[in-house]
């Protein structure tokens, strides 16, 4: 469990807040790249660790994300006319590019001097890998981009997709480090062996039955944490699995022989952040039942509603929980693989977990590693001592294996060997 003050430092992501410095040292996804087609495209609202911001595409196809609100009697820039390389409050006419800098103010005979001395607030923004991405931290750290594999890929390689989560980001996080959940939460009744879910999973019928995962190995790396677990595979085997955590709060769940995927959470606000699924495949194109699947909801992608990020299958209305199905198929009655996730986390004693009343156990130890590294890096930074993580890109490109060896072999050496070739995507 975590003490008040911990629970609190993890999950404040808002201006002035430990952690919110922490964040606010990334390159941060907070954008698909569709949601700003082309250039002097509508402005859209946007909300990212409790700042209220607006992102708009230039005349020139640059990016500009800038504080909503002008900077003159504070009217929403939402209404703004996105014309001539710059975002134009509707109400009095002064104008920003996307630097932040005022370019005309033409109310007032002093305008012409006087909008020298005008800004607002503006963060660096890129469209890459199929996400707009901003950086919101000092001007002076300003990193290098993630060295995610997928930010180089072409399009027909990767799929990018988001959905709203209503809960704190790290409580979204802590699923994916949870080695021991999905044997249980994503089951089916009966024998499972013929199950298509467990087919895509890649799990034996003998490692399903083995529903104790032991955490070989926790450890923490130059871009986050790494974990092993081990579990029994049957007939002299072992199923060892590798997953990563990558600073600030992105996690590898869910690759398999040939899709690797990055999730990421990156916080709206402290009750609500934005969940980012990237897939992708690098040596070939995404499979075309990959792609359908991805674009009208499935296994991995619960369908939303339309013109939103929220999910159809949602916390008001109990994610149309069937009873039925829960008594006769799978364990949940919940639909969609990840929406069994979504239920579970969303109302944790709230959309604030509180950790202090917790009782946890030794398959939570990649959890527990992963609080103690991010809390660390948090106060590290508040007394001055700068991170390193973002500025090591080339360490970030990492994905999940599993694989079986034989009872009798060396764990180190496969991980070892695994780590060196597919263990970076």
């Not at 509707?90 to 305008?111: Q, R, S």
């Not at 080695?179 to 249980?184: G, I, Q, Y």
């Not at 001592?385 to 079986?404: C, T």
Request: proline share 6%.
């Amino acid at each position: 469990m975590l003490t008040q003050e911990e629970n609190v430092t993890l999950t404040q992501t808002g201006p002035g807040t430990p952690m919110g410095a922490l964040f606010r040292r990334f390159w941060l996804p907070v954008m698909l790249a569709s949601e700003l087609p082309g250039p002097d495209c509508d402005p859209k609202r946007l909300r990212v660790l409790s700042e209220d911001l607006i992102a708009f595409k230039d005349s020139s196809g640059r990016v500009g994300v800038v504080d909503a609100y002008c900077p003159h009697r504070g009217a929403p820039l939402f209404f703004g006319r996105n014309e001539e390389d710059g975002l134009r409050c509707v109400y009095h006419g002064w104008k920003f590019d996307v630097e932040g800098a005022c370019v005309d103010l033409p109310n007032a005979p002093e305008g012409e001097t006087f909008k020298d001395k005008v800004t607002i607030t503006a963060y660096p923004a890129v469209e890459k890998g199929g996400a707009i991405w901003v950086y919101m931290g000092p001007k002076d750290r300003v990193p290098p981009l993630p060295g995610y594999r997928f930010m180089d890929l072409p399009d027909a390689h990767r799929y990018t997709w988001k959905m709203h989560i209503e809960c704190n980001y790290f409580q979204s996080l802590e699923g994916d480090l949870d080695a021991s959940h999905a044997n249980f939460l994503h089951s089916t009744l009966g024998d499972q062996a013929n199950n298509p879910r467990i087919r895509v999973r890649r799990a034996t019928q003998a490692a399903i039955a083995d529903r104790m995962p032991r955490y070989y190995q926790v450890e923490d790396t130059d871009y986050g944490v790494m974990n092993v677990t081990t579990r029994s595979g049957g007939e002299g085997k072992l199923r060892v699995g590798m997953g990563h955590w990558v600073m600030p709060s992105t996690t590898t769940s869910g690759s398999d022989r040939m899709v690797s995927q990055n999730n990421i959470r990156v916080p709206i606000d402290d009750g609500n952040c934005m969940f980012w699924r990237i897939r992708y495949n690098p040596n070939e194109p995404l499979t075309d039942k990959e792609l359908w699947e991805a674009k009208h909801g499935g296994f991995l992608y619960p369908p939303l509603i339309s013109g939103t990020f929220t999910g159809i299958d949602n916390v008001h209305n109990d994610y149309n929980i069937d009873r039925v199905m829960q008594r006769n198929y799978n364990y949940t009655g919940i639909k969609s693989f990840s929406t069994q996730d979504t239920a579970l986390i969303e109302d944790q004693r709230g959309p604030i977990m509180d950790r202090t009343v917790e009782r946890l156990v030794s398959s939570d130890e990649s959890i527990i590693r992963v609080r103690r590294h991010i809390l660390k890096a948090a106060r590290d930074l508040m007394e001055g001592r700068e991170l390193e993580e973002p500025f090591r890109p080339q360490g970030w490109a990492v994905r999940n294996v599993q694989f079986d060896v034989d009872e009798n072999a060396s764990v180190d050496e496969a991980v070892v060997s695994r780590f060196a070739t597919a263990g970076r995507a």
